[in-house]
């Protein structure tokens, strides 16, 4: 079920909250549990911004939580920024909101 126009701000919050989370996640999980390689549940949580979340904040923050966390990960394991790779990953983030966003228009979701 897609969140309407007058979604509680709990449940926007509850969003927003697992999606930061999710995030946070994927800089411990790489910082501190490197032998869990390629485990990072954001993608879902780009999806699911896009499909729960209304408006612009669908697309702001999952773009955000990522831009965050790989500036933190390049930082922490001393990798560049920005190269191909992480605009590749970028590329397949905003399709993941995008897909969210046109699963929300179908009414029976």
Do not use: E
Not at 10 to 19: E, H
Not at 47 to 57: E, I, K, Q
Not at 76 to 94: E, K, R, S, T
């Amino acid at each position: 079920m897609t969140l309407s126009r007058k979604s509680s701000r709990w449940q926007i919050a509850a969003i927003v909250g697992l999606i930061v989370a999710v995030a946070l996640f994927r800089v411990f999980r790489a910082t501190l549990l490197p032998g869990l390689p390629n485990f990072s549940p954001l993608m879902a949580a780009a999806f699911c911004g896009g499909l729960f979340l209304p408006g612009a904040l669908a697309w702001t923050l999952p773009i955000a939580a990522i831009a965050i966390s790989d500036l933190v990960l390049s930082r922490a394991l001393g990798y560049p920024f920005f190269d191909i790779g992480q605009m590749a990953g970028w590329v397949f983030l905003v399709a993941a909101v995008a897909a969210g966003r046109w699963a929300a228009r179908w009414k029976h979701l």
